[in-house]
Structures are given as structure tokens and as C-alpha cells.
């Protein structure tokens, strides 16, 4: 079924963010067994609007070439997911250097775009493992995106 994801395993019981098991979750699970049922995907909108806070991160994680080839959201900054796991866990200075962006702490807000959503999953996967724990990503990517921002091209 489209849309289903498995569900994120919530740090401990109580955390605050999981809602107490529903009859709909209980047919679904079984029972809740403390399951967080947040979604760590980030509309279209909820992007545009992330982005005009400037309270995110932005990182694309497809291949330089394809970002030469066929553009990029604005504001994002390209990080290929080979790269990400290392990236994430280099010093302030070097990881300005590379990328010429002050590295990201753990408690920052982070979205992963790549072209349709598969690689910017498992950016998100590494970085979740990693400690980053306001981590999401932008399951449209840029497909997505370029049908919202220039919809001739569709």
C-alpha cells in the first residue's frame, strides 16, 4: 500500500511524540509496542516553507553531474550520499572547506533531497543512525519539485 512506511521506533516510552495506540494502528500491528508513527517525509510544501525560514539544511545527495546536468533546489547544498555518512561526522573546519557550509550540530533541522526519493531514504537512514534527530527527507525530490516550479516541463 502506497503511502505505508514502517513505522520509527521512538527513543523511549513517553517521548512525547508518539500517540497512544489507536484501533487502527492495533489492526495494522498488533499493538503499539511503543512504534512512533511521525512521518519523517517533508512535503512540497512543507519544504517551500522550511526553505523561506531558513531554519534547515538542504542537502542533496545525488551525484554532482546530475546536479550540473539538471539543476537543484535552490538554497540546497550537494552532498552525495557515498559522502553523507563520512560528511556528517568530519570536523567543523574541514567539512566547511569541503563543502563551504558550517557543519550541521545534531540538533539541527535537516531534509535530504536526491531525484525521487531513494537515495535521500537512506541519507536520512545514516544520518538518523548518526544522532541527527530532526533529520527528514523530501520523498518527491527534485522530480517532484520541478513539476511544482516549472510545470512546462512536466
Not at 559522502?83 to 557550509?101: I, N, P, R
Not at 541527527?132 to 510545470?151: D, I, L, M, N
Amino acid at each position: 500500500m502506497r503511502g505505508l512506511l514502517p513505522p520509527q521506533r521512538a527513543p523511549r516510552p513517553g517521548c512525547g511524540v508518539c500517540k497512544p495506540p489507536s484501533a487502527d494502528l492495533k489492526s495494522i500491528k498488533g499493538s503499539c509496542h511503543n512504534f512512533c508513527t511521525v512521518s519523517k517525509d517533508v512535503t512540497y510544501k512543507e519544504l517551500k516553507n522550511l526553505l523561506s525560514s531558513k531554519n534547515i539544511m538542504l542537502i542533496d545527495v545525488r551525484e554532482k553531474w546530475e546536479i550540473l546536468e539538471y539543476g537543484k533546489i535552490p538554497g540546497s547544498i550537494n552532498i552525495p550520499l557515498h559522502e553523507v555518512t563520512e560528511a556528517l561526522q568530519m570536523d567543523s573546519k574541514d567539512f566547511k572547506e569541503k563543502y563551504h557550509e558550517v557543519k550541521p550540530s545534531k540538533s539541527d533541522s535537516l531534509v535530504f533531497s536526491c531525484l525521487a526519493g531513494i537515495r535521500s531514504k537512506e541519507a536520512l537512514d545514516a544520518a538518523t543512525s548518526l544522532g541527527f534527530s530532526r533529520a527528514k527527507h523530501y520523498a518527491g525530490g527534485w522530480k517532484e519539485w520541478v513539476t511544482y516550479e516549472f510545470p512546462e516541463k512536466k
